[in-house]
Nanobody, 114 residues
Framework: VQFVESGGGLVQPGGSLRLSCAAS????????MSWYRQGPGKERELVAT????????NYVDSVKGRFTISRDNAKNTLYLQMNSLKPEDSAVYYC????????WGQGTQVTVSS
């Protein structure tokens, strides 16, 4: 199993970013997938979850209405559209299988700062 996250960067408050997670070496379309984040000095936090066909999604309260999780099973790729970003969203973002966690990728750094 392998995850390669990308799309992070430095953005001003109120800005947007779209993260991608390229998954490989397992049947991506069969798994519920999630985005997680870990801020400086904090524990890893579950941010958003999407079921295998994309029918159902779930978000932590702090990102509801601002973040959207989606997936393209044909491309084995998971996405996180992040709008109205806040400084407290700054973290390293990771993807993983929700219920059968595999080895973590390197993550992608998101920094929200003016």
């Amino acid at each position: 199993v392998q995850f390669v996250e990308s799309g992070g960067g430095l953005v001003q408050p109120g800005g947007s970013l779209r993260l991608s997670c390229a998954a490989s070496r397992f049947t991506f379309s069969s798994y519920t997938m999630s985005w997680y984040r870990q801020g400086p000095g904090k524990e890893r936090e579950l941010v958003a979850t999407i079921t295998p066909t994309g029918t159902n999604t779930n978000y932590v309260d702090s990102v509801k209405g601002r973040f959207t999780i989606s997936r393209d099973n044909a491309k084995n790729t998971l996405y996180l559209q992040m709008n109205s970003l806040k400084p407290e969203d700054s973290a390293v973002y990771y993807c993983n299988r929700r219920y059968s966690e595999a080895a973590w990728g390197q993550g992608t750094q998101v920094t929200v700062s003016s």
